[in-house]
């Protein structure tokens, strides 16, 4: 399916001309039909992207050590620039399309995504205290910043001089390059009590700006070209944070979830079978809550504009019977059986939101 995607959208240079086209997605001869109102699009999103941006695909690495959390450009890459920009592109297109993107799927580094923000400009960092900068550094690389701030909280009156305990010159281990000193004849100068907090910042520029400027940069060109606009012009780097790396969900409200509801083939607001679901919607959990948005909508995350830009519908499925509930996450729409009691409908309604996978028309 990777191949796919990228042989369609962006197999040759001309055909980036198409990324800033509205997506239509068709699965074929796949075992599953899709019209495409949305959901098929996030759906080839959460198979594609997770494959693209893998470590050992070669394109990224992870952040920290410890094979976790953010990924970072990889400087090391066999893979050219415009595969980075590719990369770009394929966001870009989630981006205008109105695709939410959560961060289990493209796990990019915050530090990374603020930099295709079109209102974006090379920082500062002399400027700016060092604390803040190690604030900025620290959702990405938290184990970096960790460690860098033992660092600068080394207490020399009680544990030793920095320079005896840490044994450090003015330069860093980076991928692809090797050991790189961070000021002139950086490998011949020890990092002391007194010059540890350049040490610091130096260290910081050099790995989020310096080290893969190249790789960012094709990754931004890629962004640019396919999401350009006037939302996209007006946005500062924070929202795109926020759309791509928030790792904290919203609330899901039952009643503003119910408001927004609409239905169809004989159920209504006051259908008694409707009146059923809701009260065991209101039973679940905040987990329960976000399964059951993602087997209807195909996200389990609000998008811009929340509860008013989402469209859930329930639907009549037949008569009381053992059948799972299913969805047209193309449609935004939940089939449900008339189950007759509250312990059947919370029984079948667990068990499809738990295991569900792909889409389908029914």
């Known amino acids: 399916m990777l191949q796919d995607v990228m042989d ?6 001309a055909g980036m001309t198409r990324v800033r086209f509205p ?13 495409d109102m949305g959901g098929v699009q996030k759906e080839m999103y959460s198979l594609v992207m997770p494959q693209l941006l893998a470590p050992e695909r070669g394109l990224f690495v992870y952040a920290d050590d410890h094979n976790n959390g953010y990924l970072w450009p990889n400087a090391a890459s066999s893979h050219s620039l415009a595969d980075f920009e590719a990369v770009g592109a394929l966001l870009g297109m989630a981006f205008t399309n109105g695709i939410l993107i959560d961060s289990t799927t493209a796990p990019l580094a915050p530090l990374l995504v ?5 209102s974006h400009r090379p920082l500062n960092t002399t400027k700016m205290p060092l604390d803040a900068l190690m604030a900025y550094f620290a959702t990405s690389f938290p184990e ?4 860098l701030q033992l660092l600068l909280d080394w207490d020399e009156s009680t544990q030793g001089s920095v320079e005896d305990v840490f044994c450090r010159a003015f330069e860093v281990s980076a991928t692809g ?5 961070l ?12 010059n540890r907090q350049h040490y610091v910042r130096r260290h910081l520029e050099y790995i989020g700006y310096e080290h893969v400027q190249a790789q960012i940069s094709a990754v931004r060109r890629g962004f640019m070209q396919a999401a350009d606009g006037i939302v996209f012009r007006t946005l500062r780097p924070r929202d795109l944070v926020k759309w791509l790396c928030n790792n904290e969900y919203d609330t899901i409200d039952v009643d503003e979830l119910e408001q927004s509801a609409t239905y169809d083939d004989e159920y209504t607001e006051d259908h008694v079978v409707v009146k059923r679901f809701w009260r065991v919607v209101r039973g679940m959990s905040q987990t329960q809550l976000r399964q059951l948005l993602a087997f209807v ?3 389990d995350r609000l998008p811009f504009g929340g509860f008013n830009r989402i469209t859930f519908v329930v639907q009549r499925n037949g008569p009381d019977s053992d059948r799972l509930p299913t969805a047209l996450t193309c449609f935004g729409r939940l089939l449900l059986p008339a189950y007759s009691t509250d ?9 499809a939101i738990s295991n569900f996978s792909g889409f389908g028309l029914v």
């Not at 603020?114 to 079109?118: D, I, R, T």
Request: net charge negative.
């Open 144 to 147: 970096l910043t960790a460690g």
């Open 114 to 118: 603020s930099q295709l923000a079109f």
């Open 8 to 13: 369609t959208l962006l197999g040759d240079r």
């Open 343 to 351: 312990e059947k409908m919370q029984q079948q309604l667990a068990t």
């Open 177 to 181: 390059v090797g050991t790189v000193p």
């Open 23 to 35: 997506l239509k997605v068709r699965f074929v001869e796949g075992g599953e039909d899709g019209v």
């Open 183 to 194: 000021i002139p004849n950086g490998e011949n100068v020890s990092v002391t009590g007194a």
């Open 297 to 299: 909508t195909a996200s």
